[in-house]
């Protein structure tokens, strides 16, 4: 009998991949892949370690993992990913109960546990059928960045040969998948391990030439030394969207510096005014951290500044938290107090939300084709060029002609806007 096996995965878009990876190499004559929550042979855990609520919540689903095998609805359970990684010397006496334990870097190991030989990662098994998917372009990261973990639990930077990530690209196209998010820790330094040169630009062409795929969108794109090539390709090739995701984490040179970004305010602000000269009508994803050590209230009232004139379409903040065995953890008091932290979050998210709004309503009016991600009683929640899946607002379509299909990519007219999403309604010829 094929055993039942299910994955709980945690955390970013770089572990649903490495799950949909995994699983499409299991043999279907020897594993049943079970998405809901019946009892399973093996119930394996995807875990995320990168800070504090990731970590509660990676180490509540073990905890859940192993009460389902002491009421016997799992028969073996096993944890992979990077809380696992980070903490392999740790977790195993901590929770005895664990069967096995992988890292982050070990799909492999996980499956010669499972039994299987490991073939190269270029198939991949999507739950369920969305007109995008993520591709993972790269793993590990050779920046170290002082307030960051990351390095230390995935490692160097390594790129996934370009044959192989076209390969996985036409087979992804031929499920139906129109637009591909190019995800990794730092997606512009790829190429660089590998062939020796940055060569996103020369991926995204070879990818932009697979039939059926219309978009590429490029998320998690360092500031520092930003390739140009990358602008242009953005500019001339109508497949990659006039869309960038690039965390910039701070503006204030003394905050910068401590955060070791190699980047510092002066050449932030030339780098946003060349994306948006080079690229008209781009629209820009950011991330920024409040509260990091060296934030003096001057700090904040310039990244304040900072937002105010740049005007990023989509905008995310966290608050600095100290994470062990990180540069800063060990040389940099963490002073700001959690109060002050959270009242700064709350001021730089409430000058977002008006000026996304504001963004928002100088669309209405405008037309726009869109990717269909959901159908439901005659309207449809989609996505533009300018919407990434999971992150940013999305347009509600009412009015909709009935043939309309997931994945399908529509014409909508823009006729209303909120903080974060926008109304449409679909433009018949
Ligand atoms: S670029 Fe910096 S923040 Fe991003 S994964 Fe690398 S070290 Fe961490």
């Known amino acids: 009998m094929p055993r039942r096996l299910r994955v709980v995965t945690l955390g970013c878009s770089k572990n649903t991949v490495d799950t949909e990876h995994l699983l499409a190499q299991l043999p279907p004559d020897a594993f049943c892949i079970v998405d809901g929550d019946e009892p399973v042979d093996v119930l394996l855990v995807n875990t995320c370690g990168f800070i504090g609520d990731a970590k509660e919540e990676s180490i509540a689903a073990i905890l859940e993992a192993v009460e389902a095998k002491k009421r016997g609805e799992a028969g073996?359970?096993?944890?992979?990913?990077?809380?696992?990684?980070?903490?392999?010397?740790?977790?195993?006496?901590?929770?005895?109960?664990?069967?096995?334990?992988?890292?982050?870097?070990?799909?492999?190991?996980?499956?010669?546990?499972?039994?299987?030989?490991?073939?190269?990662?270029?198939?991949?098994?999507?739950?369920?059928?969305?007109?995008?998917?993520?591709?993972?372009?790269?793993?590990?990261?050779?920046?170290?960045?002082?307030?960051?973990?990351?390095?230390?639990?995935?490692?160097?930077?390594?790129?996934?040969?370009?044959?192989?990530?076209?390969?996985?690209a036409e087979l992804l196209a031929s499920r139906?998948?129109?637009?591909?998010?190019?995800?990794?820790?730092?997606?512009?330094?790829?190429?660089?391990?590998?062939?020796?040169?940055?060569?996103?630009?020369?991926?995204?062409?070879?990818?932009?030439?697979?039939?059926?795929?219309?978009?590429?969108?490029?998320?998690?794109?360092?500031p520092a030394d930003f390739p140009e090539d990358v602008l242009t390709m953005m500019a001339r090739n109508p497949k990659v969207c006039k869309y960038l995701d690039i965390p910039l984490q701070h503006i204030s040179d003394g905050v910068l510096d401590r955060m070791h970004r190699h980047i510092d305010g002066a050449r932030t602000r030339a780098l946003i005014a060349r994306l948006r000269e080079v690229v008209p009508g781009v629209v820009l994803r950011?991330?920024?951290i409040v509260g990091h050590p060296g934030e003096t209230p001057e700090a904040f009232e310039e990244l304040l500044d900072f937002v105010r004139e740049a005007r990023f379409e989509r905008l995310g903040a966290f608050m600095y938290s100290e994470e062990e065995g990180t540069w800063g953890a060990?040389?940099?008091?963490?002073?700001?107090?959690a109060e002050l932290k959270q009242?700064?979050?709350?001021?730089?998210?409430?000058?977002?939300?008006?000026?996304?709004?504001?963004c928002n309503r100088s669309r209405i009016g405008t037309e726009v084709q869109v990717l269909?991600?959901?159908?439901?009683?005659?309207?449809?929640?989609?996505?533009?060029?300018?919407?990434?899946?999971?992150?940013?607002?999305?347009?509600?379509?009412?009015?909709?002609?009935?043939?309309?299909?997931?994945?399908?990519?529509?014409?909508?007219?823009?006729?209303?806007?909120?903080?974060?999403?926008?109304i449409g309604r679909q433009v018949l010829d």
């Open 76 to 168: 073996t359970v096993a944890v992979f990913g990077c809380l696992s990684q980070r903490y392999r010397a740790e977790l195993p006496a901590e929770i005895p109960e664990v069967d096995a334990w992988f890292g982050a870097r070990d799909l492999g190991e996980v499956l010669r546990w499972l039994g299987v030989c490991p073939a190269p990662f270029v198939t991949r098994r999507i739950a369920e059928a969305k007109g995008y998917a993520y591709l993972k372009i790269s793993e590990g990261c050779d920046r170290r960045c002082s307030y960051c973990a990351i390095p230390f639990i995935r490692g160097t930077h390594r790129s996934v040969p370009m044959e192989e990530l076209v390969a996985e």
């Open 343 to 358: 009242e700064r979050l709350d001021r730089l998210m409430e000058l977002q939300r008006e000026i996304s709004l504001s």
């Open 286 to 288: 950011t991330t920024m």
């Open 372 to 422: 269909v991600d959901e159908v439901l009683d005659g309207a449809a929640v989609c996505r533009s060029e300018f919407e990434s899946p999971e992150v940013d607002g999305e347009i509600l379509v009412r009015e909709l002609s009935p043939d309309v299909r997931v994945g399908d990519m529509i014409r909508v007219r823009i006729v209303d806007a909120e903080d974060y999403d926008l």
């Open 330 to 337: 060990a040389h940099l008091p963490d002073e700001v107090p």
């Open 176 to 222: 139906g998948v129109r637009e591909l998010i190019l995800i990794a820790q730092d997606t512009t330094w790829y190429g660089l391990d590998r062939y020796g040169r940055r060569a996103l630009a020369e991926l995204l062409e070879r990818l932009s030439a697979v039939e059926g795929i219309e978009w590429l969108r490029i998320h998690y794109s360092y």
